[in-house]
């Protein structure tokens, strides 16, 4: 892993300044299980010139997913804000026998209008024994009423998050509530977002959110909902007791990757002919 410059003191002064594919190749459908928390990667920025008996130290901005074995993953483009200014990103990722490890992760595109952003991990952790996988998506939109899963990590301290610490998983069963009409990026046309029954915690945006069924990606957290929404929530079965999350509709993503002729996974059905590349 590339070690940081001598101007990381001054460059982190600089972060805090400025914070506040042409184709789909078939995979096997799957029910989120515990191996879909392997594709799951917190995006971090390395404090540490060199690990402590802690490991690196970090700062957690949110979380990615693998979308193929070639190394791309999707997140949602405002938890790249930071490294507007510059700066180098990094994925947490998962190992067999040893504690995570930091890998550098390229900016590939950004959608800012769909608050999508592609990136991908140097060098691919695929091609060596990591533990990663990656997701489905589907290209069937989420439906009001819907039962979907939303995945994610972090760090058991935020405040203070280094390598050697075993990230902690959430797993946050909800329902699709509605589909709403929100900007995501300013002077942007608008954009489409669902709603979910379950709030949304600091660190999730960019996880992905799973249809039950299939097991594939349906949607990136995007934040949560502060907009007043009492209709959707008075005709869900599962009405969330307090702010419900937002997430961004997986074909704002499927369409970056089509203009970067990214690969990507479908979901397998039954039908033979579903197998067969989408282009």
Request: charge should be negative; charged fraction near 10%; avoid cysteine.
């Given at each position: 892993?590339?070690?940081?410059?001598?101007s990381r003191p001054l460059f982190l002064a600089a972060l805090i300044g400025c914070l506040f594919a042409s184709f789909a190749v078939a995979g096997a459908a799957q029910v989120p299980?515990?191996?879909?928390?392997a594709a799951v990667c917190p995006i971090v920025y390395q404090l540490d010139q060199s690990?402590?008996?802690?490991?690196?130290h970090y700062s957690f901005f949110g979380n990615g997913f693998f979308i193929n074995d070639q190394g791309y993953l999707l997140t949602a483009a405002h938890t790249l804000e930071t490294f507007r200014c510059g700066g180098q990103p990094y994925i947490l990722v998962s190992r067999f026998n040893g504690p995570a490890i930091l890998l550098e992760a390229t900016i590939v595109a950004k959608d800012l209008e769909h608050d999508v952003a592609i990136l991908r991990a140097v060098?691919?952790?695929?091609a060596s024994k990591y533990k990663v996988n990656f997701l489905p998506l589907s290209s069937a939109p989420a439906s009001p009423g819907q039962s979907v899963l939303a995945l994610s990590l972090h760090p058991p301290k935020q405040?203070?998050?280094?390598?050697?610490?075993?990230p902690r998983e959430d797993r946050f069963s909800s329902e699709v509530l509605s589909y709403e009409s929100t900007q995501l990026e300013r002077?942007?046309?608008?954009?489409?977002?669902?709603?979910?029954s379950h709030p949304v915690n600091l660190g999730q945006s960019g996880s992905p959110v799973l249809s039950v069924n299939s097991g594939a990606v349906v949607g990136l957290v995007e934040g949560r909902w502060l907009r007043s929404s009492a209709v959707s929530?008075?005709?869900?079965?599962?009405?969330?007791?307090s702010t419900p999350g937002a997430a961004v509709p997986i074909r704002?993503?499927?369409?970056?990757?089509?203009?970067?002729?990214?690969?990507w996974h479908a979901p397998r059905s039954p039908s033979p002919s579903s197998t067969s590349p989408v282009r």
């Open positions: 892993m590339p070690q940081p410059t001598q299980s515990a191996d879909d928390s690990p402590s008996y802690r490991g690196y060098p691919n952790p695929f405040q203070s998050a280094h390598t050697f610490e075993v002077s942007a046309p608008a954009s489409e977002v669902f709603l979910l929530i008075a005709n869900s079965s599962s009405a969330p007791s704002y993503a499927i369409a970056l990757l089509q203009r970067q002729s990214i690969s």
